[in-house]
């Protein structure tokens, strides 16, 4: 796969730091890393996954699923940068259902006149996304309410409270998620299962601990380049934090569903690219995001979930938009390029907005 | 039935009350007492409809099917507490559709694998559901738009006349929903009237009547009493009269319509459980909501239906919440689950919401 | 047909208006003259359109489907009244969707107990409106975020900037959407083009092309007559011009598509009145937005598509109030009610407003 060639760029991110170099390119330079990376992670997920057999194997792809963008969230969140760890929160979940399925339905809708997928378990997931999704806003809608009313020393206080204890109901009900698709409701979902099985590489179990052991660990020193470097580049690029946050850490992040997604919708498998899409966003929302209050609360710099009322809206109409898509079972490309006109709009709202 | 050993806190009450006890005492009281009454009413009111024949017994359930949560806010509206009668005609939409479709999703998906329900006619509540909550929140929405713009005293007129002419609105859809649902299109919600004459219990009429009244008349003492110590009691349990109004009293008041929803889905019939947890929701929206007001009119303290930005968001998230469940007409403990856990995080920010 | 008889009022508005008549009279005039002349375009351009074989005519009918309301605002933004033009942007999406909608299903369900429509193609111009009305609203929702931190002098700046790159991508996805409809999906709409062909008159093209010259050419001076006795007539009738941009001029200017909807619904042909109501509101949304930004630019005051936070949400209730009728594929007298209550809620609302 071409992409590993953009492995390159792991020892030239290293080069670069520890000859203290110009931090555009760190910023560059690790960036590119991680994309590779991510696949490779994703990859030996998967050996793993299919030779552990269907339970732990589902385990272990819905935990490690979205391991980038955790790892990558966490440097940033000890780097003190709060602001852009919430956008790129919300920033994941706008990419996989507006860039993520917008690509792949596009794509994959040029090729084949009209996609169609299972509406049965697609309108399954469809449902959790969007609860899962309004679970994670409430935080910000009683902060906006409260706001409207009090002294801005309680809304702190209410912020903090009421977002630790979203935290915990969001992780309840990831693991709730997890009894379900991997015991009492193990078949539901079992057409991934299969095709992750057919498709995955013929690995020793050895050699996926290893790639993966070693894929995390380099993630790990790309994360903390890019992060460090964050500052830097921005400024030598005029971005915004926001738009850094919002749009380029996720689409990093979440380079390899992309990737993934596509593919599948190429080859008419519309379910999985669905199930990609929806499942990494349900993800992000029961557990990267409480993943990383709680770890705020370790590092001592605690993050609350309230994020900006213009992400809470951008939010909101993905998942409406999604629902609005989902809803037949079926795809063409028009609908794809309405949601790739929907995310390119808010991309260049996040651009233009007053930094 | 185990809940009419509750009956008990009625003399209980009575005396509480007379003796001028403590208000927290008599607040527990009445709220209890209020449990089985309800429950008597609901049975009495469906013991009649299936006696009077299918028109004008549906017209009965259809009206005094709310009968408990009207009475309760008339009592309070009566005390002046309008921001506690607003906050309970939200918090019933809330626990209709978050609490008591969650508790029958939940308990019946732990019993039955997948729950099926008649997408047909659940669908065409839905829709009535949608459109009537949006036209209770018309006055909202334009009470904010004018905040920002006008003087204070403007926009409390619009606010009066728009919710009048709102409430007449509301009461001419309600009463086209009685004339489709008994007349035009009697039989597409037939399933619920059969079931309902099926194991209805076999009372004479006149005893029918007479517990209806009896209860009715008990339900108003125990109102007056829950309304009267309602200040003592929040003050001595630490909540606020928001808490009260949008989750406690709704719990009070539809305590009947929970049990019945419940039950119904243990025993597999999910298209009464549905009917029931969104038929009471827009009859909240359709009848209870306007009469609330044309009666506060009539006391001389006029109520708006003008609510608070988060109650309306959060209506408005039930809505589509309810949307999503109801929509591929399956549910399984899941979706109950994440139910739930939409209501636990609307109750603990309503907790930790500044006073 | 009996509306031709106002052609009368053509003669009559010139006659007023070279005699410096009342105002109001100029006004109440050329509203009336406008709506027979707009059927008279209708029915030219379907004609035209009916010649010219499927792929052409398409794209006649989808250009100037919306032509009364184009030139109606085209000439009430020459007049600098900017705040009417955007406000009947609104009110045209709401009276397409509430209005039109509501009319055809409520008369149709009278006649008819319940009527069907094919889900597959309504389901896709379903989603196409709600992605479409997200995008319109993208600058209005960056608009109200930006308000609450930043000066603004850089909010004006964001809004122009935004509003036109939303233009463009909205124009771009008005293109896909007729390259979708007319070349790669031709069959997926074609029951419309039927039932067009059938009905539509045997007129000679060349006296098709006179009358929609003419017409054209009539509506453009009517309109101009409209907005220049806009201001007395609002003042006379104690109108605001929100309303008159926001309920009137809507109304007018779709009179000629609500008679089509209305028709086609007493023919129990819902899939055509509900192919009106949905295609012209995302007619609306993708081309006469945009194409008049683009006009106000040439014009030299540009518009933004910046609206009022209340006509956002109005807009935002309305696309999903049409899912949910849509989506059970049934429609029936109760659900037209509900739809005309919304509609006269949001009048009434407007009416009082403060002005």
Redesign the interface.
């Known amino acids: 796969m071409f992409l590993n060639l953009l492995l390159i760029f792991v020892p030239i991110a290293f080069f670069l730091e520890f000859t203290n170099a110009n931090g555009t390119l760190i910023f560059a330079a690790s960036a590119l890393a991680i994309l590779p990376l991510a696949g490779w992670m994703g990859r030996a997920t998967e050996e793993l996954a299919a030779r552990a057999g269907s339970t732990i194997g589902g385990l272990l792809n819905a935990t490690f699923g979205n391991a980038t963008e955790l790892i990558i969230a966490f440097f940033a969140l000890q780097a003190g940068k709060i602001e852009v760890v919430k956008a790129s929160i919300i920033g994941s979940i706008l990419g996989n259902l507006l860039l993520v399925m917008g690509l792949a339905v596009f794509l994959g809708g040029l090729k084949f006149?009209?996609q169609r997928f299972n509406?049965?378990s697609a309108?399954?997931v469809?449902?959790?996304l969007?609860?899962?999704v309004?679970?994670l806003l409430?935080?910000t809608?009683?902060d906006?309410?409260?706001r409207?009313?009090?002294?801005a020393g309680?809304?702190e206080r209410?912020d903090v409270?009421?977002s630790d204890?979203?935290a915990v109901?969001?992780i309840?009900?990831y693991v709730?998620?997890i009894v379900?698709s991997l015991v009492?409701?193990k078949d539901v979902l079992s057409t991934a299962d299969e095709e992750g099985e057919e498709h995955g590489p013929n690995w020793s179990v050895l050699r996926a601990v290893g790639v993966l052991l070693g894929a995390t660990i380099l993630v790990g020193f790309m994360s903390e380049f890019l992060v460090g470097s964050l500052e830097v580049a921005t400024r030598s690029f005029g971005l915004s934090e926001f738009f850094v946050g919002l749009i380029l850490i996720p689409i990093i992040g979440n380079a390899a569903e992309h990737a993934a997604a596509v593919l599948f919708a190429l080859r008419n498998k519309m379910d999985l690219a669905m199930t990609i899409a929806l499942g990494s966003t349900v993800q992000v929302a029961l557990l990267v995001a409480p993943l990383l209050v709680l770890a705020s609360l370790l590092i001592g710099s605690p993050m609350s979930l309230v994020v900006?009322?213009?992400e809470m809206?951008?939010v909101f109409?993905a998942v409406?938009?999604a629902?609005?898509?989902v809803?037949?079972g079926?795809t063409?490309?028009?609908?794809g390029?309405?949601?790739l006109?929907?995310y390119?709009?808010?991309g260049?709202?996040v651009f233009?907005?007053?930094a």
Request: glycine share 2%; no cysteine.
């Open positions: 006149r009209t509406i049965q309108g399954l469809t449902s959790m969007t609860l899962s309004i679970a409430v935080p809608v009683f906006l309410a409260a409207q009313t009090e002294a309680l809304v209410l409270n009421l204890a979203t109901v969001l309840l009900l709730a998620n379900f009492t409701h900006s009322p213009i809206v951008a109409a409406i938009i629902n609005s898509v809803r037949d079926e063409n490309w028009l609908e390029a309405l949601l006109g929907v390119v709009l808010i260049s709202a233009f907005y007053p």
